[in-house]
Antibody, heavy 116, light 108 residues
């Protein structure tokens, strides 16, 4: 059974940093592109970033470029999202997702809240 | 960036009725469109990919159609568990991948 379990969400001040993690199991992690999507009350579902199987290609939505970094550790079956210079508009539930062209499995999400 | 619009915003129907949801793209996405279902407190679930292909385990009452800029998700006969929010998403012109704002299917 495919499982994706996110962690690392927290209450953080604007300008702060946070690292999200996603533990994957039930499939061969190293053979799949992986994606982060977030969901906020105001903006609905928003694609954030995607990383290739080997980590050598990464893509980001414009609003997070230069602030967020997606990475992975295939030996640990884990996906990460390093978030720096956080803004109020980054408040959202962040989902870890298997896939590139089809988002077929989603984790339950981890909540990131920005508040001063 | 491809902008997706969904209509109606809310659909009020009774169990057993047919639901027809629309998704329109600001430019052609060929048939690279997916549909997701989201229930309160849960992550979205993939229903349909590439406009008309049901994902694994999705009941046959869910069907998708369309190509280019106009797409439809049809639920042939609503079951109680089908009342949820439905999103469309395109993968034709990426990055970025984009989602529609959603259609809520509520019990009348």
């Amino acid at each position: 059974e495919v499982q994706l379990v996110e962690s690392g969400g927290d209450l953080v001040q604007p300008g702060g940093s946070l690292r999200l993690s996603c533990a994957a199991s039930g499939f061969t992690f190293s053979t799949y592109w992986m994606t982060w999507v977030r969901q906020s009350q105001g903006k609905g579902l928003e694609w954030v970033a995607t990383i290739k199987e080997d980590g050598n290609e990464k893509y980001y939505v414009g609003s997070v470029k230069g602030r967020f970094t997606i990475s992975r550790d295939n030996a640990k079956n884990s996906l990460y999202l390093q978030m720096n210079s956080l803004r109020a508009e980054d408040t959202a539930v962040y989902y870890c997702i298997r896939g590139l062209l089809t988002f077929d499995y989603w984790g339950q999400g981890t909540l990131v809240t920005l508040s001063s | 960036e491809v902008v997706l619009t969904q209509s109606p915003g809310t659909l009020s129907l009774s169990p057993g009725e047919r639901a027809t949801l629309s998704c329109r793209a600001s430019q052609s996405v060929s048939d690279y469109l997916a549909w997701y279902q989201q229930k309160p407190g849960q992550a979205p679930r993939l229903l349909i990919y590439d406009a008309s292909h049901r994902a694994t385990g999705i009941p046959a009452r869910f069907s998708g159609s369309g190509s280019g800029t106009d797409f439809t998700l049809t639920i042939s006969s609503l079951e109680p568990e089908d009342f949820a929010v439905y999103y469309c998403q395109q993968r034709s012109n990426w990055p970025p991948f984009t989602f529609g704002p959603g259609t809520k299917v509520e019990i009348k």
